[in-house]
Each structure stands twice: as C-alpha cells, then as structure tokens.
C-alpha cells in the first residue's frame, strides 16, 4: 500500500512564497509519475503540476512561471514551490501516485493566500 503525506501548507500573505512536500512510502517512487492537485471552496479539483520519472514538467496554466514541481528520487519525495502567491491560489493541495490514472492520494495541506 502506497502512502503519501503532504506537508508545508499555512497562511501567507498575497506575493509570498510556500514549499510543499510529498512523501512517499513506495520504493516505486522513482518509477512512477506524480502529481500535484489542489481543490478550492466550491470548486472541482484541479490539476495544478505533474512530473514524470525522468524529469519532465508540466503545469497548469494560471501556475507557468510562478510554480515549480520537483522530485527527488533518493529521499522519495515531491516538492512544489509555489512563488507570488495570488488569494486564488487558496485551496487544499494534495499530492497523488500516477498509475496510469491518479492511484494514490495523500490526505492534503492547506493553503491559504490571504489579500
């Protein structure tokens, strides 16, 4: 069974800087697509970045330039450093395991932007 645990949410204000972590309990990590997703107040979950085994990258659109996902396969964790933090970046962001479809999910982190 694959675990995941989020860390790093909080409070900051509008134009601040967050860095989330995903760990994971699979030795798989390494082989594995991951991805991170965020869901707001009333609204449906979203993609927000994904990155494969070798590196490559992928984001949402309203995230390019400001957001950066990163793995490192070692220590079998993902990271997502979030930069110029907007209010509509608030919501709960969670961490999942692509296993063709997102397979396994971590329980989430809050992030809260305040204006």
């Known amino acids: 069974q694959v675990q995941l645990e989020e860390s790093g949410g909080g409070l900051v204000q509008a134009g601040g800087s967050l860095r989330l972590s995903c760990a994971c309990s699979?030795?798989?990590?390494?082989?594995?697509?991951m991805a991170w997703y965020r869901q707001a107040p009333g609204k449906q979950r979203e993609l927000v970045a994904r990155i494969t085994p070798g590196g490559g990258t992928t984001y949402a659109d309203s995230v390019k330039g400001r957001f950066t996902i990163s793995r490192d396969n070692a220590e079998n964790t993902m990271y997502l450093q979030m930069n110029s933090l907007k209010p509509e970046d608030t919501g709960r962001y969670s961490c999942?395991?692509?296993?063709?479809?997102?397979?396994?999910w971590g329980q989430g982190t809050q992030v809260t932007v305040a204006s």
């Open positions: 999942c395991l692509i296993r063709v479809v997102p397979r396994y």
């Open positions: 699979s030795n798989t990590f390494s082989v594995n697509t």
